[in-house]
């Protein structure tokens, strides 16, 4: 059965996508753990580069990716500029402070206690709880999450969105508060121009 993609404004449907079988999802997982092993050894500098340049690629596609977040999500233009500029900067500012930059994970993950994920630290989940150890000390993602508690409203306003993507960095036993802190003021009042 295919996925259909509709713009919840006007209900117009703007995409199909045909379910995939056990051995197309099997070839995307190998590829997926081939690409992240090959990551994992990346030197940082390496690494920062290239989310510097991911960044930059985001900010030269504002247009497109904003027309996109607004027929899939039914968010103004302006808001959704807004957004992809925000996620672009914020994996920049991250990257340049030592944060592992983490893809978004699958909105469907194995953990019984929830339907999707419904916040960004969710895939960080067996880090914190301390059923696995955290293969960085710091990270940063831009996760897709899915949102039901105020479902009613998607559609009515501008803030009420089911899906969406949460920007957040993460420290696993690097820094607490007194690191968090610093970290988030910094970038709140630095001037854009300057990096913030």
Request: charged share 5%; proline share 6%.
């Given at each position: 059965m295919p996925f259909v993609a509709t713009n919840p404004a006007t209900g117009e449907v703007i995409a199909r996508f045909d379910a995939l079988d056990a051995s197309e999802i099997d070839a995307l997982l190998?590829?997926?753990h081939r690409a992240f092993t090959e990551w994992r050894t990346t030197p940082f500098a390496h690494r920062s580069l290239l989310m510097h340049r991911a960044a930059e690629l985001l900010e030269g596609e504002v247009p497109v990716v904003a027309e996109m977040m607004t027929r899939e999500m039914g968010k103004t233009f302006a808001a959704a500029k807004g957004e992809v500029s925000k996620c672009a900067m914020t994996m920049r500012y991250f990257a340049d402070r030592?944060?592992?930059?983490?893809?978004?994970?699958s909105l469907l993950l194995d953990d019984p206690t929830l339907l999707f994920v419904n916040a960004g630290m969710v895939p960080f989940k067996p880090y914190f709880l301390g059923e696995a150890p955290a293969p960085y000390p710091r990270a940063t993602s831009v996760q897709k999450v899915v949102r039901t508690l105020d479902i009613e409203e998607v559609g009515k306003?501008?803030?009420?969105?089911s899906f969406f993507q949460m920007a957040g960095n993460f420290s696993f036993g690097d820094y607490f508060k007194e690191g968090a802190i610093p970290l988030a003021w910094e970038l709140l009042t630095t001037p854009v121009a300057d990096g913030g």
């Open positions: 190998t590829q997926a030592g944060h592992q930059v983490v893809p978004s994970a306003t501008t803030r009420h969105a």
